[in-house]
């Protein structure tokens, strides 16, 4: 919540001095941090990543459903935009749903968090926690330059504070 908070305001400060932004969204308080919130979600589980257009939002495509066992699949043509194809070795009848993997390696708590849902099948455990050193602490600096994103497993996250603490080799002042 507190990214979506730092993003809501950043796009705020962003924005407020483009005079149609700042009558209806700032000065009407038309648009709130619960429809970024919105916003955010629909995004979320809309998007597709592409290999060279990067993020992109594609109708249709992105209203196909997920399967573990995917009958179908997508893929960036040459001029940047993208088709939807069936598996080489896939028959549909017709009336039958097409479906594409949403990831293969995505945790329960990512699949609920980005298209709010729990594939039944999943058998990926992890959960990604997002540790931001206090403003007021004296290595901060170096602990943003120098510490990579971590996956922690479950068990890791069970463990007392000063053995997460030297699992992920953080200084402590990160979780006081």
Request: hydrophobic letters at 35%.
């Amino acid at each position: 919540m507190a990214t979506l908070l730092r993003e809501f305001e950043k796009l705020k400060e962003a924005t407020n001095g483009i005079p149609w932004c700042k009558t209806c969204w700032w000065e009407e308080q038309s648009f709130t941090i619960q429809d970024w919130i919105l916003v955010d979600a629909w995004y979320r589980s809309r998007v597709l990543e592409l290999p060279t257009a990067g993020e992109s939002m594609v109708p249709c495509i992105d209203m196909v459903n997920h399967s573990r066992h995917a009958n179908a699949y997508y893929e960036e043509t040459s001029n940047g935009s993208a088709t939807l194809l069936l598996r080489p070795d896939v028959e549909l009848d017709t009336g039958s749903e097409i479906t594409i993997s949403y990831g293969a390696s995505k945790t329960d708590a990512e699949m609920l968090f980005s298209y709010g849902f729990i594939d039944e099948e999943n058998t990926i455990e992890g959960l990604t926690l997002t540790l931001e050193p206090l403003p007021n602490d004296p290595v901060r600096a170096s602990l943003v330059s120098t510490s990579p994103p971590r996956e922690l497993s479950p068990e890791t996250c069970l463990q007392k504070p000063e053995s997460l603490a030297a699992t992920t080799s953080m200084n402590s002042s990160f979780l006081t």
